[in-house]
């Protein structure tokens, strides 16, 4: 078992929502109807109210996890000498006749009888609307529905072959054949029954099939590639295209401190990265839902652009505190919403021109969507042509003085440099003379403000002596060439300030928080990248391999890691550290 004491989940979702499945079995997070809704299951937030859904056998049992191959349904296996069986997790998720998908906010358990005559609890104990109210548990003649009416009135519904008294009570059970549960947040019309909860099962099981066999197959790293891969999948919201940060909220970068953040949201910077990085994998279509999230986001052509939107577009996200809750291992506050929303970070606009770059130049097809497309082009480079000279909060969304971040300012002139390339593309170039103007001044500035002579990089921010790790995207947006002597010294300048125990600091200037005591996941992945565009490949992939090891048992990476324990930390699983590992990963295959 790898990374004890850490984030030794499962994820399991259907692009609606997902649930979190420790290595013993138990649910410990789960939203229903969908990501950002409150918690039906919440034992990661808090250990003692939270609620949870396990299964228990006496702890001679060896239990194992694993993933259903090429696929999202998590198996746990309960072993005692010839006493078997498993436990097969997944959230219903497949293409019905008329083409539309079903995908149900509900999650299915199959119990599958191995061997032998195992015995096993139920522990079944949600808890609704974030534990505020008491849950009651009831029994009906089809199932078993618990109800939530303090403040806020809830219902989730229990669906079983096993006895209802037995379940509600934890009475042990003995296994002698396949069985099932199914949690669901609506009253099921057609009553489950172990046969067609069997036929989901297989269902599913085809459409992750389907989805892995159109990925590519690689020589190297495959099988990471492909689970990182379904884990981008499942933390898009299929209903807009919006694509998650996270499955959760408010699992802290260090135990024991404040930064605790909801990252059930769709932040422009993570989703575009993630679908520029799942589309080279061949998965096309979601690069378009997110296209469609993003027009239907800026109808009007003076309408600012926000930093993250919540799932469905919202565009208020007002941060709240869950007094009521511990946190993950007491590392409060719990905080659902986010502040962050209403920041100003200047480094949106290019990300968004870099992924609508992407969209026209490899989708041709789709002509259709260009004139509203150019709509925002347009918009964006006037924003970027009167904002670019300003301050801003920066990528890491420093919450108290606006500075002039170099990030920020290198993805300004990005903005400027993919409008000037779609103009080439859809308008034969007629803008490119009066905006290149506007691109070569940015590069210009940037190259005599963000350079320190002393520190020999570029660093964090203007005439700042602060180095960076964001500063490593130089070279991958093509602001800079990878053997460019300036990014090389830049390189080595970070490796030597910021590298610590093989991992790397984002930047190590207190922050309003303080100081970080964690490394940011998807960081050392940018520096190993940026280690193989400068030319040394072969310490690239030793630090590739090494990052790779710190995986939780199911090769899965949250947020961030500490530097000593390499504990996984932060919301999990993380879209950011994904993506930069398939990024990654594709470096060492030709």
């Given at each position: 078992m790898k990374n004890k004491n850490s984030l030794n989940l499962g994820i399991i979702g259907n692009c609606k929502s997902a649930a979190l499945i420790n290595e013993d079995s138990s649910i410990d997070w789960c939203c229903l109807p969908q990501f950002d809704s409150p918690s039906v299951f919440g034992k990661i937030i808090d250990e003692k109210i939270g609620g949870s859904f396990k299964i228990e056998c006496d702890p001679s049992y060896q239990i194992k996890q694993s993933y259903i191959e090429n696929t999202n349904i998590l198996c746990t296996r309960f072993s005692k000498g010839e006493?078997?069986?498993?436990?097969?997790?997944?959230?219903?998720?497949?293409?019905?006749?008329?083409?539309?998908?079903?995908?149900?906010?509900?999650?299915?358990?199959?119990?599958?009888?191995?061997?032998?005559?195992?015995?096993?609890?139920?522990?079944?104990?949600?808890?609704?609307?974030?534990?505020?109210?008491?849950?009651?548990?009831?029994?009906?003649?089809?199932?078993?529905?618990?109800?939530?009416?303090?403040?806020?009135?809830?219902?989730?519904?229990?669906?079983?072959?096993?006895?209802?008294?037995?379940?509600?009570?934890?009475?042990?059970?003995?296994?002698?054949?396949?069985?099932?549960?199914?949690?669901?947040?609506?009253?099921?019309?057609?009553?489950?029954?172990?046969?067609?909860?069997?036929?989901?099962?297989?269902?599913?099981?085809?459409?992750?099939?389907?989805?892995?066999?159109?990925?590519?197959?690689?020589?190297?790293?495959?099988?990471?590639?492909?689970?990182?891969?379904?884990?981008?999948?499942?933390?898009?919201?299929?209903?807009?295209?919006?694509?998650?940060?996270?499955?959760?909220?408010?699992?802290?970068?260090?135990?024991?401190?404040?930064?605790?953040?909801?990252?059930?949201?769709?932040?422009?910077?993570?989703?575009?990265?993630?679908?520029?990085?799942?589309?080279?994998?061949?998965?096309?279509?979601?690069?378009?839902?997110?296209?469609?999230?993003?027009i239907d986001l800026i109808p009007d052509k003076n309408e600012k652009l926000q930093i993250m939107y919540g799932i469905n577009g919202e565009k208020i996200l007002t941060e709240e505190i869950l007094d009521h809750l511990d946190g993950y291992q007491g590392s409060r506050p719990v905080r659902i919403g986010n502040a962050a929303f209403s920041q100003k970070q200047n480094d949106i606009y290019g990300i968004l021109m870099d992924v609508i770059h992407y969209q026209i130049e490899n989708y041709k097809e789709d002509d259709d969507k260009h004139e509203e497309l150019w709509t925002i082009v347009k918009s964006v480079v006037y924003v970027v042509r009167n904002n670019w000279r300003s301050a801003d909060k920066g990528i890491w969304e420093f919450r108290q003085e606006d500075r002039h971040f170099t990030f920020s300012k290198l993805l300004c002139w990005v903005a400027v440099d993919r409008a000037i390339k779609i103009s080439n593309l859809i308008q034969g170039g007629k803008s490119v003379q009066k905006w290149s103007t506007l691109r070569d001044e940015i590069r210009e500035d940037i190259m005599v403000n963000a350079w320190n002579e002393k520190k020999q990089a570029f660093t964090q921010s203007y005439q700042s002596e602060h180095l960076d790790a964001s500063v490593l995207l130089m070279e991958y947006y093509g602001f800079i060439e990878g053997k460019d002597p300036k990014y090389i010294k830049t390189v080595k300048a970070i490796e030597k300030d910021l590298m610590h125990d093989g991992l790397l600091f984002r930047y190590k200037n207190e922050d309003d928080f303080g100081l970080p005591s964690s490394s940011f996941t998807v960081c050392t992945f940018w520096f190993i990248n940026s280690l193989f565009q400068i030319g040394e490949r072969e310490k690239s992939k030793q630090l590739f391999d090494e990052l790779l090891s710190y995986s939780n048992h199911l090769g899965l990476f949250s947020e961030d890691l500490d530097f000593k324990t390499k504990e996984l930390l932060g919301n999990f699983p993380q879209a950011y550290s994904h993506l930069a590992l398939i990024d990654n990963a594709l470096n060492f295959n030709p």
């Open positions: 006493n078997i069986f498993e436990l097969h997790d997944f959230m219903p998720r497949y293409q019905k006749e008329d083409g539309l998908y079903y995908a149900p906010p509900e999650l299915t358990r199959v119990f599958k009888h191995i061997s032998g005559s195992p015995k096993l609890k139920i522990i079944y104990d949600p808890r609704l609307e974030y534990a505020i109210g008491e849950t009651n548990n009831y029994i009906k003649e089809d199932f078993i529905v618990s109800v939530v009416d303090d403040k806020h009135y809830d219902t989730l519904f229990l669906y079983t072959d096993f006895d209802k008294e037995s379940v509600l009570s934890s009475k042990e059970f003995t296994l002698e054949k396949d069985q099932f549960t199914t949690v669901s947040y609506n009253e099921k019309i057609n009553v489950p029954t172990l046969e067609n909860t069997l036929l989901e099962y297989e269902r599913t099981k085809v459409y992750w099939l389907n989805w892995c066999h159109k990925t590519p197959t690689f020589k190297n790293y495959n099988q990471e590639i492909l689970r990182s891969a379904m884990t981008l999948k499942q933390l898009t919201f299929e209903k807009t295209g919006a694509v998650l940060a996270a499955a959760t909220t408010s699992l802290p970068e260090t135990v024991g401190e404040v930064r605790n953040w909801d990252y059930r949201f769709c932040w422009i910077r993570d989703a575009s990265m993630v679908i520029k990085v799942i589309a080279k994998l061949g998965h096309t279509q979601i690069v378009k839902n997110f296209i469609r999230y993003i």
